[in-house]
T-cell receptor, first 116, second 113 residues
Framework: DAGVTQSPTHLIKTRGQQVTLRCSPK?????VSWYQQALGQGPQFIFQ???????QRGNFPDRFSGHQFPNYSSELNVNALLLGDSALYLC???????????????FGPGTRLTVL | GNSVTQMEGPVTLSEEAFLTINCTYT??????LFWYVQYPGEGLQLLLK?????DKGSNKGFEATYRKETTSFHLEKGSVQVSDSAVYFC????????????FGSGTKLNVKP
């Protein structure tokens, strides 16, 4: 059983460009959350997708957007990149719905984005 | 609001020493509490969890007890190994809040042989 997978592993962009990061959840999971982890910091919640809709959002500008596909995979898009967007972007998957009694999330290895 | 505070690192210990990493939280409602570990260049791995007050989570020799009265979830291990060197994150989540996780800033542990 593959866990959460993310692509690409590393990415280098310049200021003003746009980037798309991809995530495939763990088998059996239907919810994908995205986090930004700046160097030396804990992960910060960006948003969460369930049933192809954004369900909750953290304190991130509209330059950050996402999408979830019918197969539960997800994309994170960042427009007009800033130097401060350089970070490790983590995807986490979980399962919602009836019978879920606790809320463990499984994390992918992350995508390291560097903005020059 | 919801937040997690953990002790600043780095923490440097000799092999076989006792480890404590402090974590306190602020939350509305009844959160679940977690410890995640991050090895260099990798994502987060769940180390242990506790879903209600007085629960003790344990894994690989690590333990943490959910203390509602002190709003704490301190991580402990009786005898650390060099392979335990990593960054440890305390986190909370509420299942009635769309499973949104709040993380502490992380504590780096260095274990020397």
């Amino acid at each position: 059983d593959a866990g959460v997978t993310q692509s690409p592993t590393h990415l280098i962009k310049t200021r003003g460009q746009q980037v798309t990061l991809r995530c495939s959840p763990k088998s059996g999971h239907d919810t994908v959350s995205w986090y930004q982890q700046a160097l030396g910091q804990g992960p910060q919640f960006i948003f969460q997708y369930y049933e192809e809709e954004e369900r909750q959002r953290g304190n991130f500008p509209d330059r950050f957007s996402g999408h979830q596909f019918p197969n539960y995979s997800s994309e994170l898009n960042v427009n007009a990149l800033l130097l401060g967007d350089s970070a490790l972007y983590l995807c986490a998957s979980s399962r919602r719905g009836a019978g879920v009694t606790y809320n463990e999330q499984f994390f992918g290895p992350g995508t390291r984005l560097t903005v020059l | 609001g919801n937040s997690v505070t953990q002790m600043e690192g780095p923490v440097t210990l000799s092999e076989e020493a006792f480890l404590t990493i402090n974590c306190t939280y602020t939350a509305t409602g009844y959160p679940s509490l977690f410890w995640y570990v991050q090895y260099p260049g990798e994502g987060l791995q769940l180390l242990l969890k506790a879903t209600k007050a007085d629960d003790k989570g344990s894994n690989k020799g690590f333990e943490a007890t959910y203390r509602k009265e002190t709003t704490s979830f301190h991580l402990e291990k009786g005898s650390v190994q060099v392979s335990d060197s990593a960054v440890y994150f305390c986190a909370l989540s509420r299942i009635d809040n769309f499973n949104k996780f709040y993380f502490g800033s992380g504590t780096k542990l260095n274990v020397k042989p």
